[in-house]
């Protein structure tokens, strides 16, 4: 069979594919994101990457009802993947050149940029560039937590858990001194406990998210940049970060160029 860039047919297990012949995907997304992508306690789906998926899938002739969710940490992402766990991922995957190694994006669909979190009462931390002596934590196979070490605290103790709202719960009960992540993630908490919470200096770091999709599917790159071009266009963007993020005073981007692929 001809590879799908030549023109003729995909492969069965492209996205293209999958949609139209099994009518169902599988998104791999984050279960505790406030504001991104969560599971409320009544067991729905809610978040800006949530919105997003839905919009693609629909795109895709594949119906809400017909998405199954599947709760990816990050450091499982590449993996899902690469091995048909899921078909694809959108959940704050940021596109980086090692990550294009083994996966391919469509995107960006948004970019923000690593930023600290802290309790409301802290008054000694007022950006990354206040750390020293700190207990820092962020998630495992992510690069939040070293960047700011390697790039404005050399003497951070680090802790790593595998999801950030295991971090905040840490940050909260007073075991840990701030969080770092992007500050859209974090927005997404602060919405959640804007007496509590609170993002301190600026952002260090761009972060461009992606749509994660098997490496070499160019159909799937290609259908999916247009449905993202099109959630863009047609307001949908703008609407649902309003929506999911607007309660945090979270500064919302312009939309970016989809440029992948």
């Known amino acids: 069979m001809l590879v799908a860039s030549c023109g003729s047919d995909p492969a069965p ?6 949609a139209e012949d099994v ?3 599988v998104i791999g997304t984050r279960f505790s994101q406030p504001g991104m992508s969560e599971q409320t306690l009544d067991g729905r789906f ?3 990457d949530i919105d997003l998926a839905r919009f693609v899938a ?9 998405i199954e969710w599947v709760d990816v940490t990050a450091d499982e992402r590449e993996s899902a993947l690469v091995n048909g766990r899921v078909d694809m991922i959108v959940g704050t995957y940021s596109i980086t050149e090692s990550r294009k190694q083994v996966v391919a994006f469509a995107g960006p669909y948004f ?15 007022d950006g990354p560039g206040a750390l020293n002596g700190k207990t820092l934590c962020s998630v495992s196979g992510s690069t939040s ?3 700011v070490k390697q790039r404005h605290a050399k003497d ?5 858990y595998p999801r950030y709202a295991d971090c905040v719960t840490a940050l909260l009960a007073g ?4 969080v770092t992540t992007d500050e859209a993630i974090l927005a997404g908490y602060v919405a959640q406990n804007p007496e509590l919470l609170k993002v301190v200096g600026q952002q260090f770091s761009q972060e461009r998210y992606g749509i994660g999709l098997r490496k070499d599917d160019h159909r799937g790159q290609r259908a999916v940049n247009d449905a993202i071009r099109k959630f863009i266009g047609s307001g949908e963007w703008e609407r649902s970060l309003r929506h999911h993020l607007g309660a945090s005073g979270y500064e919302l981007p312009a939309p970016p160029a989809v440029t992948e692929g």
């Open 145 to 147: 937590a070293q960047q």
């Open 13 to 18: 297990d492209t996205l293209v594919a999958k």
């Open 175 to 178: 075991q840990l001194d701030a």
């Open 58 to 66: 629909n795109e895709l002739g594949v119906d809400d009802e017909d």
């Open 111 to 125: 970019v923000t940029g690593q930023a600290v979190m802290v309790g409301m009462r802290t008054k000694d931390i």
């Open 23 to 25: 009518e169902s995907l």
């Open 156 to 160: 951070v103790e680090l802790k790593e």
């Open 46 to 48: 809610v978040g800006f």
